[in-house]
Structures are given as structure tokens and as C-alpha cells.
């Protein structure tokens, strides 16, 4: 189990109403996706297609991507052989550590991650880079000289990943364009090693906000170019019955225009989740980003999603 590590900032943003803070880091269903009955009175007519579902040949770890159980065993295997992982973030991005740390204490092998001392497990490293944050902090660009200073000193690397904290709710066209253009030319210098594309958390600013126009325009280019993509905004659109939110105003907080999804589906499903500290969120969030960050791995491993 590795511990995560944090580097202190803190935002603040005015988006009207929307304040956004991002803090430096610090066998049942168990909350996977089902066809299952709906809750909260919510419609099972609110059961929405994501992102995924296009033809396309990128890797998508979306909603679609959080049943644990259809994730073959040999290929988690090979995910903790084959993958050295580098991983910057700061406090919205710790969900997935902190989701795979829970999920290492709740059920054991095979989802291990490796830390001091183990001998088997995937080697996870957390918040390795030096000069950057996130994505966006200190700005929008630190992140590429970081991963570059990381990647020539630390060449057994072969996957890179970058979270965003709120910055998408106000990124403009530019600045998305950098970073994708950004993201292009790393995997071009650096052709032996995989990058995960992110699009931000939600925000309560709904279908038609700044911050979901930027995620399309990021899963947009993932699909037509065949990248590699950890969708953060689509797992936390749905819940684990495959309910949609994201129209609903849901915000990181699995808040939504009547009541909060993770909160409920927690009540009506005792035993199928588990609990753990899920940062600016609720633990079955938590669990959701553990299992999708599972499937990536599997698929970066070469899994082939059927």
C-alpha cells in the first residue's frame, strides 16, 4: 500500500455562485456499474450512453469502466508486472490513491499497489514531480518541464498521468488547445511511454457549463486520435446503477438538484462499498475512481476491454 503525499496550495475561484477549492494531497456489485433499479426516484429513462460507447480505438476509463468483477485477473496481474506509473495531482486527484488504498484494505490481492517493503504490487508513484502540481498549478505549463525532468531521470517509466484540480471551470479554448498540443508532443519525445489524457471534476455548472464544453473538447480529441483517457467528470455523472446527474447540476460532491447520488446509493446498498477518505467528495466516489483506475491499468497492460 503506498501513502499519498501532498504539496500545499490552494485555489480560489469565482464563477458566479461556484466557489471551487483544490487543496494540495494530502463478491457483490461493491459499487460497481449495474442495470439495476434506479434510486431516489430517480427514472430508470435517465440511463444515459457515455463517452465510450463511440467507435473509436482509444482507451477510456469513463463510467462504463467501474465494474471491478469484469476485469480479468491475468491482466491486473500483468498491469502490476509490466507498469511503473507516475502520477501528479494534487487534492481532487488523491481520489484514486486513496481509492486504491481502500480498495487494497477491502479486498486484498490481487489489487495491490506496491509500497515500502512489498515485494508484489503495482508501483504506483505518487505526486513524484518536482516544479508542478497538477495541470494547472502553478499555471497551466509547469506540468510539461516537470514531466520531462521526471521522465530523463527515472527512464523504467512507462506510464504518466496528470489530474486537473478546478482549473477546467475556467480554462479557456486556448489554454485546453495547449494542453492537448502539449500532451502530443510528450508522446512523441517520449514514444516508449503511455500518457493519460483527464478532463476535470464536476463543478455544479451542468451540461451546458465551461467546464463540460472543456471536457467534450478533451474527450472529443481522445476519440478521434486514439489517446488514452481517464474520464474523472463522466464517473461522477453516474451512479452505480447508471442513473445520469450531469443534468442535474451534480458537482464533485455527488451533489445534484435532489439530494446527493453516492450518500443514497450508500444507504439503500450497505456492504456493496466501501469506506475511505475521498477528497472534496463521498466514498463510494472514492470507490468508483479505484475500480476505473483498475480498468485503465488493465487496458495500458494491454486488455483489450471484452
Not at 251 to 260: A, E, I, K, M, Q
Request: charged share 20%.
Amino acid at each position: 500500500m503506498i501513502q499519498s503525499r501532498f504539496f500545499p496550495i490552494l485555489f480560489s475561484l469565482s464563477l458566479g455562485i461556484l466557489l471551487l477549492g483544490c487543496d494540495s494531497d494530502s463478491s457483490s456489485n461493491s459499487g460497481e456499474e449495474t442495470s439495476s433499479s434506479s434510486i431516489a426516484g430517480i427514472s430508470s429513462s435517465r440511463v444515459l450512453s457515455s463517452s465510450s460507447s463511440y467507435d473509436t480505438d482509444a482507451i477510456i476509463a469513463d463510467h462504463n469502466g467501474t465494474v471491478l468483477s469484469a476485469i480479468p485477473t491475468e491482466w491486473i496481474t500483468a498491469a502490476k508486472t509490466n507498469l511503473v506509473i507516475a502520477y501528479g495531482h494534487t487534492s481532487h486527484g488523491s481520489q484514486l490513491v486513496d481509492g486504491l488504498n481502500g480498495l487494497e484494505a477491502w479486498k486484498g490481492s490481487p489489487y495491490t499497489l506496491l509500497g515500502s517493503g512489498d515485494t508484489e504490487g503495482l508501483e504506483l508513484r505518487d505526486t513524484p514531480f518536482s516544479g508542478a502540481s497538477d495541470l494547472g498549478a502553478p499555471d497551466f505549463i509547469a506540468w510539461v518541464m516537470a514531466t520531462r525532468s521526471y521522465l530523463d531521470e527515472n527512464t523504467d517509466v512507462n506510464v504518466v498521468m496528470w489530474s486537473w484540480c478546478g482549473q477546467l471551470s475556467w480554462a479557456t479554448t486556448g489554454d485546453v488547445e495547449g494542453y492537448l498540443d502539449s500532451m502530443t508532443t510528450l508522446e512523441k519525445d517520449y514514444p516508449d511511454v503511455q500518457f493519460v489524457y483527464f478532463t476535470g471534476h464536476l463543478d455544479g455548472t451542468g451540461v451546458d457549463g465551461v467546464l463540460n464544453q472543456n471536457n467534450e473538447s478533451i474527450r472529443t480529441y481522445v476519440r478521434e486520435n486514439n489517446k488514452m483517457l481517464y474520464d474523472f467528470a463522466d464517473i461522477e455523472s453516474y451512479d452505480p446503477d447508471g442513473n445520469y446527474y450531469l443534468d442535474l447540476n451534480a458537482n464533485d460532491n455527488c451533489d445534484y438538484d435532489g439530494g446527493n447520488w453516492c450518500t443514497e446509493w450508500q444507504e439503500a446498498n450497505p456492504g456493496e462499498w466501501y469506506e475511505v477518505t475521498a477528497q472534496h467528495s463521498q466514498s463510494l466516489n472514492g470507490n468508483r475512481k479505484a475500480y476505473a483506475s483498475w480498468y485503465l491499468f488493465a487496458r495500458l497492460a494491454g486488455w483489450d476491454g471484452k
